[in-house]
């Protein structure tokens, strides 16, 4: 965070629990709250809430979710696990169309999607879980239990070495792969809109102690897509139990599949009588009520209370 002496001015939000180093698009927000609170905020970064709508339509009588582009409003206590999980597919079934639109290859929206977006660069790990490829084929390939791997990222101009991690996983998705992963180009923040609301999984495989801070994960729990992340940045601050769940940055792979074979995909797949995935709703509600703390909102009240009276 840098306050420009004297006028108090805040040139750049980058602090504690939201900051990060690609926020620079949620600029309008420290448009909007900056006035409020006497802040002259020429850039804000933070993780921008894109919360479910709990509303009806007045003319069908049903739940809907808010059209894309429009800041949706969670309210926990009056929406049901039909509703919710009803929402949630409806961003899984807008994620596919994106998908397609962009790659020209889709996929079930019914299997538990797996999604790695962010900046490609080789200490936050993007290919680590290609470690035994064999192993992971099996757990993505399961025909009662399929899973769907999806990554998307972009390069650093000062970094060598990118365009090589795009080339190699484009090749094991193409071969090893094939039918059960997609990397989706030009990552954006129109695809990661859809990336952090129709998934359902982020995951996150940085080296330790290397991360600033990351608000992807924060969009993503904001809409329920539940975090397996080894513990950096953010995701240090965050008690997971009950809500996604933490990796051993000393043996990501071999810790990641053996989640996916005896607890994530098992939660997934597993239905109540009405035929919902209540166990894993319940960890989205969780995820959600975790988000209310990670939102630029917040930082600017954390701002306001803490600098500035």
Known sequence: ????????????????????????????????????????????????????????????????????????????EIISDRQIWDLHMTKKKELVETVIQRTGFGYDPERLVITWARRLAEYKQPKIIFTDLERL??????????????????????????????????????????????FVPNYNVSLANHLTSGSDIWLNTPQGNLEACGTSGMKAISNGVLNCTVLDGWTYEVDWEGAGWVLDPKNVAENLYDLLEKEITPLFYTRNADGLPDKWIGRMRESITIAKKFGAERMLEDYKKYLYT
């Open 137 to 182: 084929k099996k757990i993505v390939e399961n025909s009662t239990m399929p899973v769907q791997l999806l990554f998307a990222g972009n390069t650093h101009s000062a970094d060598p070495n990118a365009k090589s991690i795009i080339e190699e996983i484009i090749k094991i998705f193409s071969t090893e792969l094939s039918g059960h992963a997609i």
């Open 1 to 76: 965070m840098y306050i420009k002496p004297k006028t108090g001015r805040i040139l750049t939000l980058d602090g504690g629990q939201v900051g990060n180093h690609d926020g620079a698009y949620y600029y309008t927000i420290g448009q909007r709250l900056g006035p409020r609170f006497g802040i002259d905020v020429e850039r804000g970064n933070g993780a921008q809430k894109k919360w479910y709508v709990a509303s009806k339509n007045p003319k069908t009588n049903t739940i809907v979710a808010a059209p894309e582009g429009h800041k949706l409003n969670f309210r926990k």
